[in-house]
């Protein structure tokens, strides 16, 4: 079983930066791939970005390509999106999400563990 707690959504203006956490406990945390997604109001869950167990691959909506950043610390059992040029369109839930896998595909549902959430609003 592992447990994901995620931390430091708010309230930002446009072009703005938030950065994310999400802490992992529980057993064998180092085989997870781990990925973030986020559900806007009335719409569907979307992959935001995954990162790999090592940390050495990632991927990226093409939405937030080049201003969203993944990573993780492995020693803190943590899982980090840097957040910058935040839009309005960004506003959300932000969920993290662990796969017992190497790899982080993008459907939501090949996922084993899920997040509680944290909501980020950017204001216009």
């Known amino acids: 079983q592992v447990q994901l707690v995620e931390s430091g959504g708010g309230l930002v203006q446009a072009g703005g930066s938030l950065r994310l956490s999400c802490a992992a406990s529980g057993r064998t945390y180092r085989s997870y791939a781990m990925a973030w997604f986020r559900q806007a109001p009335g719409m569907e869950r979307e992959f935001v970005a995954g990162?790999?167990?090592?940390?050495?691959?990632?991927d990226y909506a093409d939405s937030v390509k080049d201003r969203f950043t993944i990573s993780r610390d492995n020693a803190k059992n943590t899982v980090y999106l840097q957040m910058n040029s935040l839009k309005p369109e960004d506003t959300a839930v932000y969920y993290c999400a662990a796969r017992l896998s190497r790899s982080y595909p993008r459907p939501g549902d090949e996922y084993d563990y899920w997040g509680q959430g944290t909501q980020v609003t950017v204001s216009s």
């Open positions: 990162i790999s167990w090592s940390g050495y691959n990632s």
